[in-house]
């Protein structure tokens, strides 16, 4: 069985900075690509960015230039810098990682940008 479990979420003032870690364990020899998703309520969950095998990254439009996503496949985990945060950036961010096969989910972590 995998697990996911993330950490790094809080409260932060707009332009403040946060980094999130995501840390898998289980019976896993390592992932196709890794991912940060988030949900903001009343919101569908959305991805925020990914990283591939080959260290390609993609991010989404609204995070592009502030958030930087890593990932140590060795060590199963990824990352999330978060730079000058904004209020919308507010939500629920799930960590996500796909061997091949399957989609493994964290259980989330808040993170709150206050104005």
């Known amino acids: 069985q995998v697990q996911l479990v993330e950490s790094g979420g809080g409260l932060v003032q707009a332009g403040g900075s946060l980094r999130l870690s995501c840390a898998a364990s289980g019976n896993i020899f390592g992932f196709n690509d890794m991912r940060w998703y988030r949900q903001a309520p009343g919101n569908e969950r959305e991805l925020v960015a990914r990283?591939?095998?080959?260290?390609?990254?993609n991010y989404a439009d609204s995070v592009r230039g502030r958030f930087t996503i890593s990932g140590d496949n060795a060590k199963k985990t990824v990352y999330l810098q978060m730079n000058s945060l904004k209020p919308e950036d507010t939500a629920v961010y799930y960590c996500?990682?796909?061997?091949?096969?399957?989609?493994?989910w964290g259980q989330g972590t808040q993170v709150t940008v206050s104005s």
């Open positions: 996500s990682m796909f061997d091949g096969y399957s989609l493994y």
């Open positions: 990283v591939t095998r080959g260290d390609s990254t």
